[in-house]
């Protein structure tokens, strides 16, 4: 992209966001919504869509876009209602609504190919209105990860790149007609290793952040081959990186060791932190400001017990930003953390909620807690303790109680993995 049409492009991205004020962003009933997202459901969900890999021998063994009823004063809670397959197996992942929430972005981990569903006509019947199969080639990168609304545009974090297949990558932007428009390595420079993985964006600090984590070499292969071949066990993200988000410029890096993933900001206004956790030496990571002002980020806490490698793999803040959720995949937990002072996490509850657990989503109200158990096709667990599984809780504020459980292997569904929230209420609207 040459000069003027870059610089043409961030007036239009300024244009579109300085209107809406940094300081008076929308909020998200899934807390790591981007803060741009419309329609805020404070009340019931009604519906859980879950982004489905496809399993060989399973079914049509396609991925798929699965719609859960969870409104439990309907007939039919805690079952699927719906059922959306996109043809082939290319490692679903992660999704992100459009700004507008009409929209639900969904992404491959390996084939890179994205899918756009209509959610806003009817969430209970999501419909396939666009695939993009030339993310790679038009942006240099593979495997789209997370999807997060800027205003008329889908921010793309991607977690590898189309040459050599590391985990040097960079962000894409998109239009929300699913347009190409500009690519941004992650810097490689001043301490950077140009790895990605996360993106969250705290527009009254003018701040995005990226988190890392490994490229296709690594997250394709099975894992107990990957953890026994110590050269790919280097080849995981140290860092992470501060944006200038009207720029899309990168400011900041941060030294944060052991593949640093899911983001969490504050949503409380004026708030200037967010927090991370890292996979593979299990510690939780705080990134603020120092007594002059500067970013920073440090170790904050502990979870669970490193030596063991519990794997934590998913986080969720609360609303008020005083409590967060975090998942450890390799012995089954559910833990909750008191981080009403960010610089000194307590751990105050933990459960076991399945032989593996991944993602985890509460909502706005803190009541309902929703489980998922995929992690990576070739990185789940083998055996009976490959259990693949969607399972619904109320938190009561002492005790995790299941409410519901989805079985996707019985129901011939493939793996369960990621989650969104949508409302009967949206299509009421229109």
């Known amino acids: 992209m040459s000069y003027s049409r870059r610089k043409a492009f961030f007036l239009t991205v300024f244009a579109m966001i300085a209107p809406l004020g940094f300081g008076g962003a929308a909020s998200a009933d899934e807390t790591c919504l981007s803060p741009y997202t419309a329609a805020l459901i404070k009340g019931q969900e009604s519906y859980l869509h ?62 890179s190919r994205i899918f756009i569903f209509d959610v806003g006509s009817d969430p209970s019947r999501p419909k396939l209105v666009r695939t993009i199969s030339d993310f790679a080639q038009k942006t240099g990168f593979v495997g789209p990860h997370t999807f997060y609304a800027l205003p008329g545009r889908m921010l793309i974090g991607a977690l590898s790149n189309s040459k050599t297949r590391d985990g040097v ?93 899911e983001i969490r900001w504050s949503l409380n206004e004026g708030d200037d932190w967010a927090i991370t956790a890292t ?73 076991v909620t399945g032989r593996q657990v991944n993602m985890i989503s509460q909502s706005w109200d803190g009541r309902r807690v929703y489980i998922t158990s995929s992690l990576l096709s070739n990185w789940d667990k083998k055996g009976a303790d490959n259990e693949q599984v969607l399972r619904g809780y109320e938190w009561d504020g002492k005790e995790l109680k299941q409410k519901f459980e989805v079985d996707f292997f019985k129901e011939q ?18």
């Open 50 to 111: 879950v982004w489905s890999l496809g399993e060989k021998s399973l079914g049509d063994e396609s991925d798929k876009l699965v719609t859960v009823d969870v409104d439990p004063s309907s007939a039919s809670y805690g079952k699927v209602v719906d059922k959306l397959s996109v043809g082939g197996r290319g490692e679903a992942h992660h999704m992100g609504f459009t700004d507008d929430r009409k929209y639900l972005w969904a992404g491959g981990l390996d084939d």
């Open 279 to 351: 996979a593979l030496t299990s510690k939780l990571w705080l990134i603020n400001r120092d007594a002059q002002g500067r970013w920073q980020g440090k170790e904050v806490g502990v979870i669970g017990d490193p030596a063991k490698t519990p794997l934590p793999v998913d986080i969720s803040i609360s609303a008020d930003a005083k409590t967060l959720w975090v998942n450890t995949f390799m012995d089954g937990k559910t833990r909750l953390f008191d981080i009403s002072n960010p610089e000194k996490p307590v751990q105050v509850y933990e459960k």
């Open 169 to 261: 990558t960079g962000l894409a932007v998109y239009n929300n007609d699913g347009e190409f428009l500009s690519a941004h390595p992650i810097p490689l420079a001043d301490g950077g290793d140009g790895y990605g993985y996360d993106v969250a964006i705290n527009p009254q600090k003018n701040a995005l952040l990226t988190s890392s984590f490994t490229g296709w070499n690594n997250y394709m292969r099975d894992f107990g081959q990957l953890v026994q071949d110590a050269e790919a066990m280097k080849r995981f993200g140290n860092t992470m990186v501060l944006w200038n988000l009207k720029a899309l410029q990168p400011d900041t890096i941060f030294n944060v060791p052991g593949a640093p993933l």
């Open 413 to 430: 569904l493939g793996r369960p993995h990621h989650m969104k929230f949508s409302a009967r209420s949206f299509a009421e609207r229109r």
